[in-house]
């Protein structure tokens, strides 16, 4: 039964057959899955396999590609710091480190507005991530804009 070079367990519930394991008997440096190294395919950084999540762990072992690790699957949020929860659906995924450096979450992308904390509606988060999310933090919704200039409302 292989041992473990790092960590001393011997792992038989990781291996999926005995054969498996007799080949390994013999040979000097065999780690145990928690204990490889894997590399991230965004940031290219290697580090044990606990910095990965689970599904992450399951592709590196089925030898799959875009293996990220938590860091990158669930980065910091630019402007406040704060991390999701759980990592970014497959649509929000980071595609480079540029993009990892500026993500902003969903409070701090899309913020409610400054004055009675309405949510953008999905057309106004449009509007706002192409004309107004560079130029500043803060957003107004029409009807605290039509109340301080006394229009009345649309």
């Known amino acids: 039964m292989p041992v473990c070079s790092s960590c001393g367990t011997r792992p038989e519930a990781t291996l999926p057959t005995t054969s498996a394991l007799t080949s390994l008997e013999g040979k000097k440096g065999y780690k145990c899955f928690q204990c490889k190294v894997l590399k991230c395919t965004l940031c290219g950084e290697e580090q044990e396999s606990t910095a990965f999540t689970v599904t992450m762990q399951k592709r590196a072992a089925a030898s799959k590609k875009g293996v990220r690790c938590k860091d990158c699957q669930m980065p910091a949020c630019s402007a406040c710091g704060t991390r999701p929860e759980a990592p970014l659906p497959p649509r929000s995924a980071l595609t480079s480190l540029e993009g990892k450096k500026g993500y902003k979450c969903f409070q701090c ?46």
């Open 109 to 154: 992308a899309f913020p409610p507005c400054k004055v009675c904390g309405t949510e953008m509606t999905r057309q106004q988060r449009r509007t706002f991530q192409k004309r107004d999310a560079a130029s500043q933090n803060e957003w107004t919704c029409s009807d605290c804009i039509d109340k301080a200039h006394n229009r009345p409302h649309r």
